[in-house]
């Protein structure tokens, strides 16, 4: 415990902190409904490149909603509509004329329940190269991109077995290869180990923070643990008495799990209320 | 303190348990009558059906072997010239013609000519048939319906016989077959299965994947439930007004071949596939949302989610992961269409036809236009070919069914070793 606590810098403001970062994605008073309901509302904040930005919150907070707008995903949800400015490298992604096909490639996903394709380990990883066009050697790209995934041991000798004969644990590993397999610079993942028993947990938490060299990541979790051991900077969403989300707090991870400003944060953290 | 509870104890708790086990075996007694009955109904169709393919029939000769030569009894006591010159003296100019235009007489052999010389010389005909349960116990019967018309002689006869599937159809039982009828089958069936499946599809994929779910696409569906539902009559009658009368130019091949559309006009194997089509339609458009539907959604978002357009899910991961239960329901409606005879009796297949459809503006019957057609004679042998069709036409539609069943676990089979 003392240690910890001697790393922790002086608690500050996190637009300071912020300036000294690179910012990839800047969320600018993003609203979203859901039909007549509002899911969240008003919601800005900056993501720093090649760090982990996690989002908690209470279930219903609109946490997960944010970050599918941040890849469009909820544009296959017809009845969602978006109010606000979402900046992609100084781009707004809300642009008519920005194709969120192009953008998930750009941005891609992971999701809550492993949910590899029904082919074989091979064919995962070399589906989605193949339909954005990759022309370089595919053996060597599948490998690579199994090898960041903490994956190639176990599965170099079985690629052509079903990417479904993998434990829970490997298929979410291996939906992680898949979707750094086209090259995204930021990678979203919606609770990616709520699914996972401990031992599989601790595994995808330490490819995160190996994974961060490489890419941006935001990840969504209920797990105050996890958000605290893999994040840098962290947001806390909450859900006002409307059942509309909106950000609460947004910090430097330790500042926000030690030192809350608002009360809300503080009890959501200890375990009082979500 | 004594512990109350609010639930029966001891004795009572076990009649209670006994009473509700009585209850359960009632509800299973009456489920297995349920299905004793429907097998014991089925066994009696089948026992009736075969009854009827076998059985004594009473046959006599329009021109027994006696009396066209002295002194032989048999047609296979005939010699092979006595074969040839019994055809050149009895057969009509015409008929000769058209027998040596198929073969010269020399060139057929012994068992050739005594066919020809049988059916068109001797000319057997079927006084009385009966069943295979009868010809068991009333051959007491039999014997004495034989002996009050001279000249007859019983015979065991199996109507089932292999130059009955590949005969053509006749106006005489005996040889009449099933090969035009059951050509006129497959020909109204590929016609159907290569309009209906491609549009089912088609429709499902828009419903499921592509429209909003507006107030216009569930009124859509609500329809295309009630279209499953119409009787089969009712499509006949849209045929008939439609495909054959409308469309005459069409379906009569007119547009496409000057010459022969005087002899078809519309009512050809166009329109009854057509027809049917339209019929099975719905069924396979409902059957294959189902399959889609049964894709689970993560699916689709793991493809979104790695950057692939709508297309590229649908054709990469929705159609493999669905198509074994699209081909399942396909195959399902392609039965039904083979055993349709209303609507073709509306748009007006032809109950008479002897020859075989050469191509879609072909007029045609079908297999069961074919045994209504004879099982509503009023002469005995008819009923016999009749029984024989029907099974003809089970072992075709189980056929159809089972090879159907073994390509779709082949696919799905395939698609589990490429996982």
Known sequence: ?274 | MDITTHFPTGKIAHERAMRRKRIGYVWQILFIFATVIAILFLAILLVSIIDSVFGYAVMADTLPVPTLIEGRESLDELTRPELESLLKENLSRGMLRKVTYDKALEDRDGNDLKALVEQYVIQPQVLRTWGLWASLTEQEEIRKFAEEHPGSYIMFRNWMTPSFIIAAQSSNPLIAGIRTAFLGSMWVLLVTFLFSFPFGIGAALYLEEYARKTRLTKIMQLNIFNLSAIPSIIYGLLGLAFFVRVLEPFTSGAVFTAGEAAVANGRTILSGGLTLGLLVLPIIIINTQEAIKAVPDSLRQSSFGLGATKWQTIWHHVLPASIGRILTGAILAMSRALGETAPLVVIGASTFISVDPTGVFSKFTTLPIQIYQWSARPQGAYRNIAAAAIISLLVLLLVVNSSAIIMRDRITKKKRLER
């Open chain 1, 1 to 274: 415990m003392t240690d910890i606590l001697q790393k922790i810098p002086e608690p500050g403001d996190v637009d300071q902190a912020m300036t000294d970062e690179k910012k990839i994605i800047s969320i600018d008073d993003v609203s979203i409904h859901y039909g007549a309901f509002k899911a969240v509302q008003n919601v800005s904040l900056d993501i720093a490149q090649n760090k982990v930005t996690a989002f908690i919150g209470p279930s219903g907070c609109g946490k997960s909603t944010v970050l599918r707008s941040i890849n469009r995903m909820n544009d296959l949800i017809p009845s969602a509509s978006i109010t606000g400015k979402i900046f992609f490298d100084g781009h707004d992604m809300y642009e008519s004329s920005v194709d969120p096909v192009l953008v998930r490639r750009e941005i891609g996903m992971v999701f809550q329940k492993p949910n590899p394709f029904p082919k074989s380990i091979y064919e995962n990883i070399a589906w989605g190269a193949r339909i954005h066009g990759f022309r370089g050697d595919m053996d060597e790209l599948v490998e690579t991109s199994l090898r960041q995934a903490a994956l190639w041991d176990e599965v170099k000798d079985k690629l052509k077995q079903s990417g479904l004969s993998l434990s829970g644990g490997q298929q979410q590993r291996l939906c992680i290869a898949r979707t750094i397999a086209v090259e995204p610079k930021i990678i979203l993942m919606d609770e990616p180990a709520s699914a996972l028993d401990p031992i599989a947990t601790g595994r995808i938490e330490e490819l995160i923070l190996e994974l961060k060299e490489d890419y941006t990541i935001i990840i969504v979790t209920h797990n105050m643990g996890q958000a605290s051991r893999v994040s840098d900077y962290t947001a806390f969403f909450m859900v006002d008495e409307n059942r509309s989300g909106y950000l609460q707090e947004f910090n430097i991870t330790e500042h926000l799990f030690l030192n809350p400003k608002h009360r809300r944060t503080e009890e959501y953290i200890s375990g009082k209320f979500g």
